[in-house]
């Protein structure tokens, strides 16, 4: 398959640009502005980092991800998983909050973005394919699960401590008669506001004659409305002095261009860390803008993603910021609100500069419970148990991984929780791929097609084996292949004939050719050939380059019909068999029942 080479988008989209392209895209920048400064204060506290972080984290990778990414309307920036990720991995290292603190998640950043640079100029994006969704999803809705547990207690008004669900909850538990009332007032209502706002304002602008795109956007304004009133009141009635924690000062002004300090044992111990939170961060952005290119009919390229994301994150890891990421929701309403260019990237990023520079002053009397309710309202829409009662009903397999990935996530820790979906997911591959479906076929009557004996009446001879198999050969499943064969041939004293149905079979290994050799000399020994049938062209290939097809005992058909018309002509010429009695030329007990 070809793969384009990295290359500048911006070459492409602005060539035609216009004036018109313009308002558009200055519009949803606007739109996106104003939701984006609440999410990167909320997430930059939520990443252990004081709240002006998450606006340096804004400005940069917007600017470089514009230049360099195959998305017209994907928003980057901070997000919630992956800033809850780079809590995890800075908090052993550093105290949150600390010099020391900044610079490692200005590190993870830099590491983050050589990586994901790295992978993309190697083309390396078909990688995410490992990540499983139900992996993914699993991981996700447990991560939004920590945190909102971690967001309890500044909700609360409470110290607590804890990377883990049970140790959070444990120890928000023990904290519970410590809990300031005036901070669970503040943070109690805007989370009562922003979940009102998102399922009931736009109804009710509707019926007020609000035209719905507008009605839409400003209910996703509900956020600002919250950190403006809440703010309001925290300065009004100086709510400081009851125990409310507030932001506090934040440095008016941009971050100066700086480089992370080089501290090799710290960086040794980020390598991980950073991977992971490249891979979670490269699956989430190229999801979301897969999505929404698809509604646009357009498409994006995995592998100059990666360099975007790459360049993106090595632009934040230099000017003050951390880990980086495309967000669902920023994304969604950039969309909704007409984007149209990257360009629109560019505004927005001009947008928080200017909040940066003008308006850090105003938000000195923030609450930090309405950031942490930004946070949790934010998050929980990620939690998807419904994913959970699918995949039950469809696949135990898929259900056993997210399980196990949501379990590990609550229990020992996001990266532990990753790392653990990853080693399950591979893990049952292995083992389903180890056991291949493979099904005892007859002829259709009056058809040309072959199909499972145990679920179709059809016809077969006693003097030919029809044997589907329905997975590629490589080491892990050799030797069931020959299983297989020997249990199905022991049964048939009158059989002189084998012929392997190669439909599903797209590789054969070195493992598997060895194991075809071996069942063709047992079968030559008890005076049974060993025929192929449909076998693709890139499998024939390999195999001419080997002695295998020079010593086959058969031959090689184009089709199981042609094998079939070959070897046992009266299946396809005599008249078909009368209901019930297919099959019946070999006990169909000799065959267990299959789950598919």
Same mark, same amino acid.
């Given at each position: ?6 290359s500048?988008?911006v ?6 640009y216009?004036r018109?392209t313009?308002a ?9 502005t ?10 930059a506290?939520l990443? =252990?980092?004081?709240?002006? &972080?998450g606006?340096y984290?804004?400005?940069?990778p917007?600017l470089?991800?514009?230049? !360099? ?18 809590a ?6 550093a105290a949150?909050?600390?010099p ?7 590190a993870?950043?830099? +590491? ?5 640079l790295a !992978?993309g ?11 499983s969704? *139900?992996?993914?999803?699993?991981f996700?809705?447990a991560s939004?699960?920590v ?6 207690k500044t909700?609360? =008004? ?6 883990t669900?049970?140790?959070l909850?444990?120890?928000i538990?023990?904290?519970?008669p ?6 669970? /007032?503040v943070?109690?209502g805007?989370?009562a506001f ?9 109804p009710?602008?509707l ?5 719905p795109? /507008? ?8 956020p600002v409305?919250?950190i403006?009133?809440?703010?309001a009141?925290?300065?009004a009635?100086d709510?400081q002095r009851?125990?409310v ?5 934040? #440095?008016?002004g941009?971050? *100066? ?6 501290d090799?044992a710290?960086?040794?111990e ?9 891979a979670?961060g490269?699956?989430e952005s190229?999801?979301?803008?897969h999505?929404?290119?698809?509604r646009r009919?357009?498409?994006?390229? #995995? ?9 993106s994150n090595?632009?934040?890891? &230099?000017t003050?910021?951390f880990?980086?990421t ?10 909704d ?7 629109a990237?560019v505004?927005?990023a ?18 930090q419970?309405? +950031? ?6 934010a998050v929980?829409?990620?939690?998807d ?8 009903? $469809?696949?135990r397999?898929d259900?056993v991984?997210?399980?196990?990935t949501?379990?590990?996530t609550?229990l020992?820790?996001?990266e532990?929780?990753?790392?653990? =979906?990853?080693?399950?997911s591979l893990?049952?591959h292995? $083992?389903?791929t180890?056991?291949p ?12 097609h !072959?199909r499972n ?11 030919v +084996?029809?044997?589907r198999?329905?997975?590629?050969l490589?080491?892990a499943?050799?030797?069931?292949l ?10 048939? *004293?009158e ?17 598997a050719?060895?194991?075809l050799?071996?069942?063709?000399e047992r ?7 060993l ?7 890139p ?17 090689v058909f184009?089709?199981?019909?042609e094998?079939v018309?070959?070897?046992a002509p009266?299946l396809t010429?005599?008249? *078909? #068999? ?6 019946a030329?070999?006990p169909t ?6 789950? $598919?």
């Amino acid at each position: 398959m070809h793969h384009r080479l990295p290359s500048l988008p911006v070459l492409d989209w602005g060539r035609g640009y216009d004036r018109e392209t313009l308002a558009a895209d200055a519009l949803a920048a606007a739109i996106v502005t104003v939701m984006l400064i609440p999410q990167s204060l909320a997430y930059a506290l939520l990443a =252990g980092l004081p709240p002006e &972080v998450g606006l340096y984290a804004s400005i940069a990778p917007l600017l470089v991800y514009a230049v !360099f990414g195959s998305s017209r309307v994907l928003a980057v920036g901070p997000v919630a998983v992956v800033s809850l990720m780079t809590a995890a991995a800075i908090a052993p290292h550093a105290a949150a909050g600390s010099p020391a603190y900044w610079e490692a998640a200005m590190a993870l950043a830099l +590491l983050s973005g050589g990586m994901l640079l790295a !992978f993309g100029l190697l083309r390396l994006g078909f990688l995410a394919n490992f990540l499983s969704h *139900p992996v993914i999803s699993g991981f996700i809705s447990a991560s939004a699960l920590v945190i909102t547990a971690s967001q309890l207690k500044t909700l609360l =008004g409470v110290r607590a401590e804890g990377e883990t669900l049970p140790a959070l909850l444990a120890s928000i538990a023990g904290q519970l008669p410590q809990a300031n009332a005036a901070t669970l /007032a503040v943070g109690g209502g805007a989370v009562a506001f922003l979940l009102w706002t998102r399922a009931r304002l736009q109804p009710l602008l509707l019926r007020l004659g609000v035209a719905p795109r /507008a009605a839409g956007m400003l209910a996703k304004a509900g956020p600002v409305l919250a950190i403006v009133v809440t703010t309001a009141l925290a300065w009004a009635f100086d709510l400081q002095r009851s125990g409310v924690k507030v932001v506090g000062q934040i #440095p008016q002004g941009l971050s *100066p261009l700086t480089w992370p300090r080089f501290d090799p044992a710290l960086w040794r111990e980020l390598l991980a860390p950073a991977l992971l939170i490249s891979a979670v961060g490269f699956v989430e952005s190229v999801s979301v803008g897969h999505t929404l290119a698809a509604r646009r009919r357009e498409r994006i390229e #995995p592998d100059q993603e990666l360099v975007a994301l790459g360049a993106s994150n090595l632009s934040a890891a &230099v000017t003050g910021g951390f880990p980086v990421t495309g967000g669902f929701a920023r994304s969604v309403v950039n969309a909704d609100a007409g984007a149209r260019t990257p360009f629109a990237g560019v505004l927005t990023a001009a947008g928080i500069a200017g909040a940066s520079l003008l308006l850090t002053p105003a938000l000195f009397h923030l609450p930090q419970a309405t +950031l942490a309710a930004t946070i949790v309202v934010a998050v929980l829409s990620l939690v998807d148990l419904k994913m959970l009662r699918d995949t039950w009903a $469809y696949s135990r397999a898929d259900f056993v991984a997210a399980t196990a990935t949501m379990a590990a996530t609550l229990l020992a820790g996001v990266e532990q929780g990753l790392v653990a =979906g990853i080693a399950v997911s591979l893990g049952l591959h292995l $083992y389903r791929t180890s056991r291949p479906h493979i099904a005892v076929v007859g002829l259709v009557p009056g058809t040309e097609h !072959f199909r499972n004996v145990l679920r179709h009446d059809v016809r077969v001879s006693p003097r030919v +084996l029809g044997l589907r198999v329905d997975e590629s050969l490589y080491f892990a499943n050799a030797r069931a292949l020959e299983d297989a064969v020997n249990r199905e041939v022991a049964s048939r *004293p009158e059989l002189r004939h084998v012929v392997l149905q190669c439909t599903a079979v797209n590789d054969i290994d070195a493992s598997a050719l060895e194991s075809l050799e071996a069942v063709m000399e047992r079968l030559q020994a008890g005076g049974i050939a060993l025929h192929l049938s449909e076998v693709k062209g890139p499998v024939m290939d390999r195999l001419r380059k080997t002695a295998f097809l020079r010593h086959l005992t058969g031959k090689v058909f184009l089709s199981q019909y042609e094998a079939v018309a070959a070897l046992a002509p009266e299946l396809t010429k005599a008249a *078909p #068999p009368p209901p019930g009695a297919a099959g019946a030329a070999f006990p169909t007990a000799a065959f267990p029942a299959r789950p $598919y």
